[in-house]
């Protein structure tokens, strides 16, 4: 029996998929000043993932004034709307509404990680600058650099399943395995430092994408791709990439670890 388009991707994505579920990078996360090097690359992943989730809202869905109806499935609408109402307006461990990336940017500070780049870059975007210059003239690593320019690439530059590939494969397929790992690891060796915020982050993730997101995303590239051989193809294609640029961000936040263990 052949194969359906999803075990074709699901098969070629699995190697690289295994080695970021297994990266050695969570077992050196063993002290807060590790987990604070972490968050400090990290949150850009948590940044540009609202980026794809509103980039899918903007192609599913109407959000121009005057409003139309969208040329796509209502489907489509619905299940993108609620995806992006979770990620930008969840309740986070006080009860309150807060976007994902707000509640990881509030843990980090538990943690006195920095934020001073993230914040540079945010203000620079507010004032209407280039997204791609604003990267280049940043101080991040090329990694960092390199993660964010696919990721916005990705947005600009190709079609709604493209984006969708990156956004389920490289995200919310991913996620629940990769978070489950590292806050095993977090939860077992910093069981009374403060990092509740960042727990809930994690477990929050894990328990909407497995669930809820992941299955949703998986069933809009079913409907968009349909039959055509030349989508499934560049999902495909783009699948990979995502995950091989998630893949060089772990080697890099795992010897910046290390190599602060090596100067202390």
Same mark, same amino acid.
């Given at each position: @029996?052949? @194969?359906t388009? !999803?075990?074709? #991707? =699901?098969?070629? &994505?699995?190697?690289v ?5 297994d990266?050695d ?6 002290t807060p000043?590790?987990?604070k090097i972490?968050? %400090? ?6 940044w540009?993932?609202m980026?794809?989730?509103k980039?899918l809202?903007?192609?599913?869905s109407?959000v121009n004034?005057p409003?139309?109806?969208?040329k ?5 609408t619905y299940?993108?709307n609620d #995806?992006?109402?979770a990620?930008?307006s969840? &309740?986070?461990? =006080?009860g309150?509404r807060?976007?994902?990336? %707000? @509640?990881?940017?509030?843990? @980090?500070e ?7 780049? &993230?914040?540079?870059i945010?203000s620079?975007l507010?004032h209407g600058t280039d997204?791609?210059?604003? !990267?280049?003239a940043s101080d ?7 993660f ?5 690439n990705? &947005?600009?530059? =190709?079609?709604t399943? %493209?984006?969708?590939?990156?956004f389920?494969?490289?995200r919310?397929?991913l996620i629940?395995?990769?978070f489950t790992?590292? !806050?095993?690891n977090i ?8 990092i ?6 994690? %477990?929050r ?5 497995a669930?809820e997101?992941g299955?949703m995303a ?6 968009l791709?349909?039959e ?6 560049s ?7 995502a995950?091989?640029?998630r893949?060089?961000?772990?080697d890099?936040i ?11």
């Amino acid at each position: @029996m052949a @194969m359906t388009h !999803i075990e074709k #991707i =699901n098969k070629s &994505i699995k190697p690289v998929r295994q080695k970021l579920i297994d990266h050695d990078l969570y077992k050196f996360i063993e002290t807060p000043e590790d987990l604070k090097i972490f968050t %400090e690359y990290h949150i850009y992943a948590v940044w540009d993932f609202m980026s794809l989730a509103k980039s899918l809202q903007q192609r599913l869905s109407c959000v121009n004034v005057p409003w139309i109806p969208a040329k796509t499935s209502s489907e489509y609408t619905y299940l993108i709307n609620d #995806i992006v109402l979770a990620e930008e307006s969840d &309740i986070n461990l =006080n009860g309150e509404r807060q976007s994902h990336f %707000e @509640m990881y940017v509030e843990a @980090m500070e538990d943690l006195k990680a920095s934020t001073h780049i &993230i914040n540079e870059i945010i203000s620079q975007l507010e004032h209407g600058t280039d997204i791609f210059l604003v !990267i280049s003239a940043s101080d991040l690593p090329q990694p960092v650099k390199s993660f964010l320019i696919f990721t916005f690439n990705t &947005i600009f530059h =190709n079609d709604t399943p %493209e984006i969708l590939s990156a956004f389920t494969y490289g995200r919310e397929d991913l996620i629940p395995d990769m978070f489950t790992e590292i !806050i095993g690891n977090i939860q077992s060796r910093f069981p009374e430092h403060n990092i509740s915020k960042f727990k809930y982050y994690f %477990e929050r993730h894990i328990e909407i994408d497995a669930d809820e997101h992941g299955p949703m995303a998986i069933k809009m590239l079913k409907s968009l791709c349909g039959e055509d051989e030349a989508k499934w193809n560049s999902v495909e294609s783009t699948a990979v990439k995502a995950l091989q640029k998630r893949l060089e961000l772990w080697d890099f936040i795992k010897k910046e670890i290390l190599l602060k263990k090596a100067l202390a």
